[in-house]
């Protein structure tokens, strides 16, 4: 007896789950078919990106060989396609560009270059802020002082590792717009900063020596 009942109750639950295959077996194949689709999409994506990249690397090395062979306005071009591109790539190549046009003495162009790259939510936090203090240096001679020195002021706080190269450029400034005794202060304190790079130190204490005197 208790095989007919077990043979029932597998008969009952054969057909209950024919029943709910029938009802949403074609919902349970979209699943799985979505789920290979998505997989294939995903490899298929990181697989174009790595494309990318080394297509964008070999650019990279093309535009770097260029320069070497002082093929500068070519290598400029080169540099500036592959940073619209953004990247790591991208990033590396945009700051080449803004070098290739402050060697030609286009400083206009070289910061905008620089500003662009300061805008970009894309690149990493230090980019952006070495953006900005080559973007001060290629604008001092014939900019603003005031407005050079608001933005280079986030860079000198504490902790900043540009702070040094920041407080230096923020002296020059002053300087320029005739604010002696505050590039006078700047430039002792960065002399006495055991925290700054040497030659930063020593040309603080020959800009301050030669203030004082």
């Known amino acids: 007896m208790s095989d007919i009942f077990r043979e029932i109750d597998e008969e009952l639950r054969r057909d209950n789950l024919l029943k709910l295959w029938k009802q949403y077996g074609r919902y349970v194949i979209a699943a799985v078919v979505a789920v290979f689709v998505v997989a294939a999409a995903i490899v298929a994506w990181r697989e174009h990106q790595t494309s990318q990249r080394r297509a964008q690397s070999v650019r990279y090395s093309t535009a770097l060989a260029m320069v070497r062979e002082g093929k500068d306005a070519e290598a400029e071009k080169a540099f500036a396609a592959i940073g619209n ?4 790539y991208g990033v590396l190549a945009a700051f080449q560009e803004g070098e290739l046009l402050a060697k030609a003495g286009d400083r206009k162009g070289a910061a905008a270059v620089y500003d662009r790259i300061a805008a970009s939510s894309n690149y990493d936090r230090e980019f952006r802020d070495m953006a900005t203090l080559l973007s001060v240096m290629q604008s001092l001679p014939d900019g603003d002082p005031p407005t050079l020195i608001k933005r280079l002021d986030p860079l000198t706080a504490e902790g900043s590792p540009f702070r040094p ?7 020059a400034a002053k300087l320029k717009s005739g604010d002696k005794p ?27 020596a030669a203030l004082a005197s």
């Open 182 to 208: 505050g590039a006078l202060d700047l430039y002792r304190k960065l002399a006495d900063d055991l925290t700054a790079p040497q030659g930063v130190r020593a040309r603080a204490a020959e800009m301050a």
């Open 85 to 88: 591109e953004g990247g790591g």
């Open 165 to 171: 190269t920041a407080l230096d450029l923020t002296a």
